[in-house]
């Protein structure tokens, strides 16, 4: 499959036509390890592994951007990882980390001192902002801008030591105080924190600023194309003027490309581990979430993730991306690659009372409609069955093709039924339909040649197994949760039916021994995806992926209408 191209593929590709960085691509993905990768995380994994692989030559690092150790955590390391993996990419034994560069950063900035261009500032981060002043207002010199080099070595080097507390000191870049680009203001480029960190222990005390590392981070991998979000285009003077002081020998080339957002679903590692922490979902990995362990366990695969990033493509302007887009995607794979089974998911008892007590018949059904490599399984038919309690209505109205009392339709590979009488319990809810069948309809059509309009999925209920099924919704309910506008924390919003859990689903027995992960169609329902951590042989969970009805397709024929 070849990428369509994007403003990004054909700058590289003028890049390559010009033999300039000597015909390589090299990119990074430079994720911080504070939180787990989510669905924004991939379309930038796709663009930067996707643009090394369409290259020769071409090579894409993995970089963990590791500068804040207050929040950073090996587990986040690990997960990174193998998600990245599991989306089919490989940074090989390109696999760095900021923390690695501490010593070389140091020196950076110790040059930077020594020639005048940083200086060690005490103010507050509070005054820090007022001297800063706004896009209409200049800034204000700091008054410790002009101390001599040797004091600011100094006082750096007892920063360095660990003696002096958080947020008495920092180091700024000496740039322009009175630039329009609030990030020339002399920066922060080093602070002060003594936490220990996961890699390095106890050995910083002072630890680099993410536009001082990330730049400096690139130049010292010779990255040639550093693909970042819209949100660094202003910080972009920083990145050249900081490799331009440096005199580094690689100065990539930052290129900013449009965030992903999705409608009903909140993109921000910091808003997802409040969900996670608050209990809201069960974890980073809750099928709920937009993470990639997240809708991975939903029963998303790479591919779908992978088509999904290409069609939605790269572009230099913010917008939303409708979900619909996400499950469609997901929809046509298990369309091809799903076999079909039957599962009743609030059942309701059927009694065929012509059929002979005891007996059991099979009919082999195919698993697929058209794609006959998935084979047949022989499904059991007896007197009493399950249906779904949806396809049955006592006063029907008039398009309702399904069953109802007098009404015939067919019980999908197996007989024509008619309903003759409904059963009521003393709450006065239905405890069970009676019904006849038409052994002449044995398969599903009748030698007379009478049809009935309705079709509808059936379990044997001697032979049904009993499984929990958990149907999930949109997370939010709102299409945009952050919009302030709408809502005043996106919290607020929460969809409180986001997770519907029925315990006792009633499914074919063919499901019995179910793999974790491995995916189906329950006909008429939806995708549905054996849970990978709760589901055990003989007693399967089953998760939601999408239901059947495909709101974006649907949206796009109407779009042409
Ligand atoms: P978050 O806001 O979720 O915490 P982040 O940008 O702080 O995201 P990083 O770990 O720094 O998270 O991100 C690593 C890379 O992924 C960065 O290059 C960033 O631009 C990119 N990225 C993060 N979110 C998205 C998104 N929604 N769409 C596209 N790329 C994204
Ligand atoms: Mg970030």
């Not at 950073?72 to 390391?77: I, K, L, M």
């Not at 006849?436 to 007379?448: F, I, K, L, Q």
Request: glycine residues 4%; contains cysteine; proline residues 6%.
């Amino acid at each position: 499959m070849t990428e369509p191209s994007d403003f990004i593929r054909n700058i590289i590709k003028e890049d390559m036509e010009s033999e300039k960085n000597n015909g390589a691509v090299i990119t990074r993905f430079p994720p911080e390890p504070n939180g787990y990768l989510h669905i924004g995380h991939a379309k930038s994994i796709c663009l930067n592994f996707g643009i090394a692989e369409e290259n020769r030559g071409g090579t894409c690092h993995l970089r963990f951007d590791d500068t804040n150790p207050a929040k950073e955590d090996a587990e986040y390391v690990e997960a990174i990882k193998s998600d990245i993996k599991w989306l089919g990419f490989d940074p090989k034994d390109h696999i760095y980390h900021a923390s690695d560069y501490f010593d070389k950063l140091y020196e950076c900035a110790l040059k930077l001192i020594k020639e005048g261009k940083a200086y060690v500032c005490n103010l507050n981060a509070e005054q820090i902002r007022e001297y800063r002043g706004t896009l209409t207002a200049p800034g204000k010199n700091s008054p410790y801008r002009d101390r001599s080099i040797e004091e600011n070595l100094a006082l750096f080097e007892i920063m360095k030591n660990g003696d002096i507390k958080e947020g008495e000191a920092v180091l700024r870049a000496k740039v322009d105080m009175n630039s329009p680009n609030l990030n020339m203001r002399d920066p922060v480029i080093y602070r002060i924190k003594h936490d220990s960190h996961y890699r390095t222990g106890k050995k910083w005390h002072i630890y680099p600023m993410y536009d001082f590392t990330h730049c400096l981070s690139d130049s010292f991998e010779n990255i040639t194309h550093s693909l970042c979000t819209l949100e660094f285009e202003d910080h972009r003077p920083l990145y050249d003027w900081l490799l331009d002081q440096l005199k580094s020998e690689c100065h990539p080339k930052q290129i900013e490309f449009a965030r992903l957002n999705l409608t009903y679903t909140v993109l921000s590692k910091r808003k997802l581990n409040m969900l996670a922490a608050d209990n809201v979902v069960a974890g980073w990995d809750d099928p709920r979430m937009p993470t990639i362990s997240g809708i991975r366990r939903r029963g998303y695969t790479p591919a779908s993730i992978k088509d999904f990033c290409s069609r939605i493509g790269v572009a230099k302007r913010d917008s939303i991306v409708d979900l619909a887009l996400l499950e469609h995607c997901i929809r046509e794979e298990l369309n091809r690659t799903t076999k079909r089974v039957m599962a009743v998911i609030n059942p309701i008892k059927v009694i065929i009372d012509n059929y002979v007590e005891g007996k059991t018949e099979y009919f082999d059904s195919p698993y697929h409609p058209t794609d006959k490599s998935f084979g047949f399984r022989r499904v059991p038919f007896s007197r009493e069955l399950y249906i779904e309690r949806e396809d049955f209505m006592e006063d029907p109205p008039k398009k309702f093709f399904r069953l109802a009392p007098g009404k015939e339709v067919r019980l999908r590979y197996a007989y024509f039924v008619k309903c003759t009488d409904v059963v009521y319990d003393e709450n006065g809810e239905i405890k069970e339909i009676h019904c006849v069948y038409d052994p002449t309809t044995r398969g599903g059509s009748a030698p007379d040649g009478r049809k009935v309009k309705g079709t509808i999925h059936w379990v044997s209920a001697e032979h049904a197994i009993s499984a929990e099924v958990r149907l999930y919704n949109n997370l939010f309910t709102l299409p945009n949760p952050e919009d302030k506008k709408s809502v005043a924390d996106f919290r607020d919003c929460i969809n409180p039916n986001s997770l519907v859990i029925v315990k006792s689903a009633k499914l074919e027995p063919s499901l019995a021994d179910t793999l974790p992960e491995e995916k189906c169609q329950f006909e008429r329902l939806g995708y549905f995806c054996a849970d990978s951590k709760d589901s055990k042989e003989g007693a399967p969970v089953f998760n939601r992926t999408v239901p059947l009805k495909d709101t974006w397709a649907k949206m796009q024929k109407n779009k042409f209408r």
